[in-house]
């Protein structure tokens, strides 16, 4: 019997311990509380870089505000942020500040009720007036065109290149002028160099990086070329689409682009962390961050005087147009609609937009401020290369998007992933991502602008004969 | 009043007794069964105009999801994860194990703890020592051992997809099915063992003959609890591969999920969690009939 009660009360002693343990841990890390009258606001952060920063931002703001700040950490990849952010807004208790990581999120979110409108509060911002207007236009919901988010930090991307291997080889450097001549140039390093020319970001486990990193790419290389038709449909049936992805169906049966990596769980690791710093791939996608965090000197694979070894193309168009880097609106400050203090929570949202904060967010994540002033802050020296990218911007391209970006996004990944494993071809591919894109949405979100109809049974019968082929 | 017999007072007891599960199963099961079917006639979602009024659309999600292809494959992938993970790879290696640790073996605790230590690691923590085993180019740990052998470094996860991931969840099982096959093979009565051995019985026909035959109620009830959760299965094919490379691992739980979290179609999902969980019905119902054998 009294082995029993000791049997029985071992793990009462064990609750008790770890809850003694946790009561006198908690608190060692957090910051200490100036006024416990003031207000409280919760506000959202995930990954090491962004915690960091908001962490050393914390008692400005807390000081600006007057308020306490309770910083809740959320997981690190993206879209696992955005599947607990999402979860979260949806059963009402999600905090009062929050970024959202791309700005073709932001629809989506906005249409969904869970954002707070700010268009008042950013018009009588000063800080508003001195964003490009391509920003202005990204914090805006495209179905209402009312603003949703202040923007602090942009990503602007280019093509980066091994500058001192193609040099070595004798390989021009120029920017190319078009895709005929990015292809030429990939072409002549697979021949001279038997290396893999170029990466563009494809498949299902890349997820909305296909999309965002790679394909968004593609498609603003047309100069005419806009995601959404006047009427706020996603334009998918425009021949750009297959064209586009003709372009992976190019990289992939010519294997100018390693494929079997970008099957895997994590597919940017064997291209961006190994094969580009080993010059096994010469050519890639890739944003600001990319010479700090991918190949910079504290990264896992550092390359060797970096700033001048690795160089930048901006995106050559498909239609001899003129070259363009992209930019992105990223991690943009919102305001949840259901927050408990709505006038304190979108003061922070604006304190947010502060360049102060700008730069010190895009100084450790490798991104750029949104407002063009920022170049005139004492501190702008300090993102170093990266103010070449900053000036970038009144030029960059983006496209806007609208509801249902999501699943957009998740169709362009199925039908990346068709190209890469030799499924389909461009058209095909267009076909997978409408069938995707109408069977998620409706047919009614795909614009009938061009004359691409969605063949169902050809495609059902194309697919279930593709994945038989596969389980043989 | 009439005066309560001893019999209803016993029966009323075991009611009082059984509330507190059947209300737990209510809560947590039966009800969100039935409002995962409610929502799987709606258009329902976690993002856009459908989060602030969704609305019926009768059986269209149904519709959709049973001429969608991808839903098929993960259907027959789930299949083929659950016969060789499950029922295979876990039930054989289970059964040796305990047939073997049955005989007077040298350092039986040791053999048991390793073969038990794979069960008591969670599920997410296995995927991510499973992805460093399978991890492509020259550090990844099953790499370095095959290139002992001179085989070049290999992608398993890219080239045998489902094959890794059967063979990481049969490695995590064997633990349970061993010690449920263990408890049927001691409730074998010795006497039978002995009687068979006095008439000259070989091992051979021992098995076949005997243990085979008395552990058979063990074995379905073994073969009904694993089907049912290794179907159910998410974290670890979820941590490992994400259901790629090209739908290769989609197992249903990940297509549950890609629907619901990553296109953030609630309604959608739904449905194929109410087909899912009609399947794992219809499987449980297979065994429980099968659970009445005869011995």
């Keep these: 019997m009294r082995q029993t009660i000791k049997l029985l009360l071992l793990p009462v002693a064990a609750v008790v311990a770890i809850g003694w343990c946790h009561s006198t841990s908690q608190g060692r890390g957090e910051p200490p509380v100036a006024d416990s009258t003031q207000p409280v606001l919760v506000i959202a952060e995930h990954r090491a870089a962004r915690l960091d920063a908001l962490r050393e931002l914390q008692p400005m703001l807390q000081q600006r505000l007057g308020v306490q700040l309770r910083i809740v950490e959320y997981p690190a990849p993206p879209q696992d942020y955005f599947t607990k952010l999402v979860t979260e807004l949806r059963a009402g208790n999600a905090p009062d500040v929050f970024s959202i990581p791309r700005d073709l999120q932001v629809d989506d979110l906005a249409a969904a009720g869970y954002l707070a409108d700010l268009t008042q509060d950013l018009q009588a911002w000063p800080g508003y007036a001195s964003m490009p207007e391509l920003v202005r236009q990204l914090s805006r919901a495209s179905f209402n065109e009312k603003s949703y988010v202040v923007p602090s930090i942009v990503a602007v991307e280019q093509l980066y290149y091994r500058h001192d291997l193609l040099t070595q080889a004798g390989i021009s450097t120029e920017q190319p002028k078009d895709w005929q001549d990015l292809l030429a140039r990939s072409r002549q390093i697979k021949q001279k160099l038997g290396q893999f020319p170029l990466l563009i970001p494809a498949g299902l486990t890349w997820g909305m990086g296909s999309y965002t990193e790679g394909f968004r790419y593609l498609l603003a290389s047309f100069s005419g070329y806009q995601l959404l038709t006047s009427d706020n449909r996603y334009a998918l049936r425009d021949p750009a689409v297959a064209k586009a992805f003709d372009f992976y169906h190019t990289l992939v049966s010519e294997q100018l682009m390693p494929v079997a990596p970008l099957l895997n769980p994590e597919p940017w690791v064997i291209p961006k962390y190994e094969m580009f710093p080993k010059g096994q791939l010469l050519i890639t996608t890739c944003g600001s961050w990319c010479k700090t965090f991918d190949w910079g000197p504290g990264s896992r694979n550092p390359i060797a005087n970096v700033d001048d070894a690795v160089r930048t193309w901006r995106f050559p168009s498909a239609d001899g147009a003129e070259p363009f880097a992209l930019a992105s609106v990223v991690y943009a400050w919102a305001v949840n609609a259901n927050s408990r203090k709505p006038e304190l929570a979108r003061a922070l949202a604006l304190l947010m937009g502060d360049n102060d904060v700008a730069l010190a967010y895009a100084k450790r994540l490798g991104n750029v401020p949104a407002r063009l002033d920022a170049a005139q802050h004492p501190k702008f020296a300090e993102l170093g290369a990266m103010t070449a990218d900053h000036a970038l911007l009144p030029q960059a391209r983006a496209l806007r998007s609208t509801v249902g970006a999501n699943a957009m996004m998740a169709g362009v990944a199925r039908a990346t992933e068709a190209v890469l494993i030799g499924k389909v071809d461009g058209a095909g591919a267009q076909q997978l991502l409408l069938q995707y894109v109408s069977h998620v949405l409706g047919e009614d979100t795909v614009g009938k602008n061009r004359e691409v109809e969605i063949n169902h049974s050809a495609l059902a019968q194309a697919e279930g004969k593709a994945l038989q082929q596969e389980a043989q | ?295």
């Excluded at chain 2, 390793?114 to 499973?130: D, K, Q, R, S, T």
């Design chain 2, 1 to 295: 009043m009439k005066p309560k017999t001893f019999e209803a007072r016993r029966q009323f007891g075991y009611r009082l007794m059984m509330t507190p599960a059947l209300v737990l199963m209510a809560a947590f099961i039966v009800f969100p069964a039935l409002y995962a079917f409610s929502l799987s006639l709606t258009d329902d979602a976690l993002l856009g105009f459908a989060a602030q009024e969704s609305s019926f659309v009768g059986l269209r999600n149904f519709e959709r999801l049973f001429t969608d292809p991808l839903f098929w494959n993960s259907l027959k992938v789930t299949l083929i994860f659950v016969i060789g993970s499950a029922v295979i790879g876990q039930f054989v290696l289970g059964f040796l194990s305990a047939l073997t640790l049955q005989q007077p073996v040298k350092y039986k605790a040791i053999f048991n703890a390793i073969i038990c230590l794979p069960n008591a690691v969670p599920e997410m923590v296995v995927g991510f020592l499973w992805i460093s085993m399978f991890a492509s180019g020259e550090y990844g740990t099953l790499n370095r051992l095959v290139a002992w052998f001179g085989v070049e470094p290999q992608q398993w996860l890219y080239t045998f997809p489902l094959l890794s991931i059967i063979i990481v969840n049969t490695w995590r099982g064997i633990a349970f099915a061993m010690i449920l096959l263990t408890s049927g093979l001691s409730s074998i009565p010795k006497d039978l063992y002995e009687a068979a051995r006095v008439d000259g019985a070989t091992d051979r026909q021992i098995f076949w003959r005997i243990t085979l035959p008395m552990m058979m109620p063990t074995i379905f009830l073994y073969m009904f609890i694993s089907t049912v959760t290794t179907f159910a299965i998410f974290g670890l094919v979820y941590t490992l591969s994400r259901g790629g490379p090209a739908n290769s691992t989609e197992i249903l739980g990940i297509y549950i999920y890609n629907q619901s979290f990553t296109a953030f179609q609630l309604g959608y999902g739904a449905a194929v969690a109410v087909v899912s969980l009609v399947v794992s019905m219809l499987l449980g119902i297979l065994y429980v009939r099968a659970l009445k054998v005869e011995v």
